[in-house]
T-cell receptor, first 113, second 114 residues
């Protein structure tokens, strides 16, 4: 069964600190991997999208990495801000399954002043 | 990019009634997706709606419970029929747009069934 597992489930950090969120997946064959940010009460917003040939992609203070061999991805947030408090969702796309997206359970991040 | 709006943003409904959720996109898109996000959970795909054809439902979701309309390339509706408290959830509309294969999500409709 295709799965996407994220860790940790929740995380509290102080403003200004860095953090790294993990995503392990078993989806195969793999087409692309996406990281989304979902503020409370809002829809998810795309942060990065990486194909299997890309191993890093940045979007401002967010940097995603991908190791397609070990089926692992990480999202690194630098110099966290209070507005980074949200859920971060890892999503893997399997084109062979009719463009099926498999969603991770998300990591709930809280940034405290 | 694509800008998606949903109506209503939230509603509280009685058991046994039905609610229709509207999704409007600011550009023409071929495929629209409807997701459900139960409290504290990640997103689950309900169905894929293509203009001019019947919606394709995922396992566990049926047309009688979640009828979908797709009258044109910028609009879709999802109806939650004969609601029960277990249907309390956030319902999100989504589209793929642009050549970067990015999926955009609407703000969601928060449904509470009493």
């Amino acid at each position: 069964k295709n799965q996407v597992e994220q860790s940790p489930q929740s995380l509290i950090i102080l403003e200004g600190k860095n953090c790294t969120l993990q995503c392990n997946y078993t989806v195969s064959p793999f087409s692309n991997l996406r990281w989304y940010k979902q503020d409370t009460g809002r829809g998810p917003v795309s942060l990065t999208i990486m194909t299997f040939s890309e191993n890093t992609k940045s979007n401002g203070r967010y940097t995603a990495t991908l190791d397609a061999d070990t089926k692992q991805s990480s999202l690194h947030i630098t110099a966290s801000q209070l507005s980074d408090s949200a859920s971060y969702i890892c999503v893997v796309n399997n084109y062979n399954a009719g463009n099926m997206l498999t969603f991770g359970g998300g990591t709930r991040l809280m940034v405290k002043p | 990019s694509a800008v998606i709006s949903q109506k209503p943003s939230r509603d509280i409904c009685q058991r046994g009634t039905s609610l229709t959720i509207q999704c409007q996109v600011d550009s023409q898109v071929t495929m629209m997706f409807w997701y459900r996000q139960q409290p504290g959970q990640s997103l689950t795909l309900i169905a894929t709606a293509n203009q001019g054809s019947e919606a394709t439902y995922e396992s566990g979701f049926v047309i009688d419970k979640f009828p979908i309309s797709r009258p044109n390339l910028t609009f879709s509706t999802l109806t939650v029929s004969n609601m029960s408290p277990e249907d309390s959830s956030i319902y999100l509309c989504s589209v793929e747009a642009g050549n970067t294969d990015t999926q955009y999500f609407g703000p969601g409709t928060r449904l509470t069934v009493l």
